[in-house]
């Protein structure tokens, strides 16, 4: 099992942009689905993007596309995702996530990181 730290969340201005980065333990890292997630407050977490084993098949919900971009290096066990654009709707606590093959489920969970968005 992989343990995640996510680092590079804060606060920024609407239409701003930040980078969220996600560094992965252990020798398995490119055998995982990476993906991030958010919560905001009072609302379920909801999927953001995803990214498959070898970086090249990335996937998003409507509302980010053309805004973020998800990118993984697996020399160096780690998966960004690059946000501009930034929205008020955006602010949320962002998690990165990992999924084995084959699996449906999410098993390795960072802590979270979060990003304020204001007007």
């Known amino acids: 099992q992989v343990q995640l730290v996510e680092s590079g969340g804060g606060l920024v201005q609407a239409g701003g942009s930040l980078r969220l980065s996600c560094a992965a333990s252990?020798?398995?890292?490119?055998?995982?689905?990476m993906g991030w997630f958010r919560q905001a407050p009072g609302k379920e977490r909801e999927f953001v993007a995803r990214i498959d084993q070898g970086g090249v098949k990335p996937s998003y919900t409507d509302s980010v596309k053309g805004r973020f971009t998800i990118s993984r290096d697996n020399a160096n066990n780690t998966v960004t995702l690059q946000m501009t654009n930034l929205r008020l709707e955006d602010t949320a606590v962002y998690y990165c996530a990992g999924r084995l093959p084959l699996l449906s489920t999410w098993s390795a969970w960072g802590q979270g990181t979060q990003v304020t968005v204001s007007s």
């Open positions: 252990g020798r398995t890292f490119r055998l995982y689905t």
